[in-house]
């Protein structure tokens, strides 16, 4: 129990709560030094991340073949955590409009969704691996340690669940965002 604790619970937790504290810090900041206008533009560089990020997903579907997969994963989750960092200071405290505001709760389902994804990853992962070797320490044939990794499926089937809620949820996120970002260039007239 201690060691799903320390390695799966906890980094979890803290990831998400820097994220909360660092978005409160972020917002205070802002409003002590009188750079409340700055938010208004930190969606920008908040969003450009988040689709850097996704240089990932373009090497694992193979549509680029540069860069090393396990690194892009690190850069993908680093990525789109400090994009989500910005984009939630940039949301602030404005409760005006309903669109940007389904725009963020959709992003944080998101992000949310690909840390639990993480974590399930990682526990099946190490979980089948070390049921598998200890079943070929006691000498189990081929066949019998794959019948015995019965694991395997379980755990699969709860990754399976969590890609249903990651992708489709981005898809929702990228139209709302995609509509509050239009609505406010042609506001602005830069488009
Ligand atoms: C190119 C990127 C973006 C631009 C240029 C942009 C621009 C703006 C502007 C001008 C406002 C009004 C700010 C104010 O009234 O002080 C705003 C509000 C907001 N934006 Fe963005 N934004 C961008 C990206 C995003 C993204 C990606 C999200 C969320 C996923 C988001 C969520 C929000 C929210 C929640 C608000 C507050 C709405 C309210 O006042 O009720 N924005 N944005």
Same mark, same amino acid.
């Given at each position: 129990?201690? =060691?799903?604790?320390?390695?799966?619970?906890?980094? $979890?937790?803290?990831? !998400? @709560?820097? /994220?909360?504290?660092?978005?409160? %810090? &972020?917002?205070?900041?802002?409003?002590?030094?009188?750079?409340?206008?700055?938010?208004?533009?930190?969606?920008?560089?908040?969003?450009?991340?988040?689709?850097?990020?996704?240089?990932?997903?373009?090497?694992?579907?193979?549509?680029?073949?540069?860069?090393? =997969?396990?690194?892009?994963?690190?850069?993908?989750? $680093?990525?789109?955590? !400090? @994009?989500? /960092?910005?984009?939630?200071?940039? %949301? &602030?405290?404005?409760?005006?409009?309903?669109?940007?505001?389904?725009?963020?709760?959709?992003?944080?389902?998101?992000?949310?969704?690909?840390?639990?994804?993480?974590?399930?990853?990682?526990?099946?992962?190490?979980?089948?691996?070390?049921?598998?070797?200890?079943?070929?320490?006691?000498?189990?044939?081929?066949?019998?340690?794959?019948?015995?990794?019965?694991?395997?499926?379980?755990?699969?089937?709860?990754?399976?669940?969590?890609?249903?809620?990651?992708?489709?949820?981005?898809?929702?996120?990228?139209?709302?965002?995609?509509?509050?970002?239009?609505?406010?260039?042609?506001?602005?007239?830069?488009?």
């Amino acid at each position: 129990m201690s =060691t799903l604790w320390r390695q799966q619970i906890l980094p $979890f937790a803290l990831t !998400l @709560g820097l /994220l909360a504290a660092a978005t409160l %810090a &972020g917002d205070f900041l802002l409003h002590r030094l009188n750079l409340v206008w700055v938010g208004r533009y930190l969606g920008i560089p908040g969003i450009l991340l988040i689709i850097a990020s996704l240089t990932y997903s373009l090497r694992k579907r193979k549509y680029i073949s540069a860069g090393n =997969t396990r690194s892009l994963l690190n850069w993908h989750e $680093f990525g789109a955590w !400090l @994009g989500s /960092l910005l984009v939630l200071i940039h %949301a &602030g405290v404005h409760f005006n409009t309903i669109l940007p505001w389904l725009a963020t709760i959709a992003m944080s389902v998101n992000v949310v969704s690909g840390m639990v994804g993480k974590i399930l990853l990682e526990r099946s992962r190490s979980h089948v691996q070390s049921q598998r070797e200890s079943y070929q320490l006691r000498g189990l044939s081929k066949s019998e340690v794959e019948q015995a990794v019965y694991w395997d499926s379980v755990t699969l089937g709860a990754m399976a669940q969590w890609r249903k809620v990651h992708i489709p949820i981005f898809i929702v996120f990228a139209v709302l965002t995609l509509g509050h970002i239009v609505s406010i260039f042609l506001f602005w007239g830069w488009v």
